[in-house]
């Protein structure tokens, strides 16, 4: 079987559980990955004071309101950097079959709303909790 993470005969045992678990961390990893470059933006978005809405009628351009202060956003942002370094971890985990704790950890990480991705990230992270709870694929994590 191609794809990212472990690559097994089709013969060998593991081969029923990765397939359950590789679509869902699949996309974990893939969420991981398109919040960070969120974050990025937003970062040179924030520290740049990019105009990102357009401004309402019969406001000043010199005296607009400024998106956000950096030093503000800089906390949430390392927060979410973490996060979804952690989603990563875990998700990178599961398609390898091993470290079922770090898997559980991406996945709740996933569902904390440090970015617009937590929407994706809850329906996400509980599919893989609930592939991860079935007795057939515990038995294969190391």
Known sequence: MSGPGLNVPLNDPRMPTLRRVR???????????VDLIFVAGMLVAVGL???IFPLPPGVDPANRPR?????????AAVGAVLARGLTIWGAVNAL???RKGFVIMGCLTAMVPFTPGCCMGIPVGAWL?????DPAVRKHFT
């Open 23 to 33: 679509p869902a961390a699949f996309l974990l990893l893939c969420l991981g990955i």
């Open 49 to 51: 004071d990019l105009q």
């Open 67 to 75: 998106l956000a202060d950096l030093n503000s956003y800089s906390f």
């Open 96 to 98: 390898y079959l091993r």
């Open 129 to 133: 909790l609930i592939v991860l709870n």
